[in-house]
């Protein structure tokens, strides 16, 4: 089964920039659909965004659309969200997640924090 392991993660200021990373496991990276989502301080845990398999489509949350960029190097097994114009409301745990055959497989996600 695959394995997920954010990083990536810190603390910066709003404006600023971060790039997560996701390392998978496994030799079938490529054959999986990926998304990112992310769950603040004392609330439910939301969709960031996906990536298809071959990383020609892509899908956003309005919260973050035109700032943040989901990518993937299937061949470095790894999926990657490249978040520009952090705002304080981005602060969360960041978790990259894959559903093969329909079942969730979550990282154990990273920590970003954005200050004023």
């Known amino acids: 089964q695959v394995q997920l392991a954010e990083s990536g993660g810190g603390l910066v200021q709003a404006g600023g920039s971060l790039r997560l990373s996701c390392a998978a496991s496994g030799r079938t990276f490529s054959s999986y659909v990926m998304r990112w989502f992310r769950q603040a301080p004392g609330k439910e845990r939301e969709f960031v965004a996906r990536i298809s398999r071959d990383g020609g489509s892509t899908v956003y949350a309005d919260s973050v659309k035109g700032r943040f960029t989901i990518s993937r190097d299937n061949a470095k097994n790894t999926l990657y969200l490249q978040m520009n114009s952090l705002k304080v409301e981005d602060t969360a745990v960041y978790y990259c997640?894959?559903?093969?055959?329909?079942?969730?497989?979550w990282g154990k996600g990273t920590l970003v924090t954005v200050s004023s």
């Open positions: 997640n894959t559903f093969p055959d329909g079942m969730n497989v």
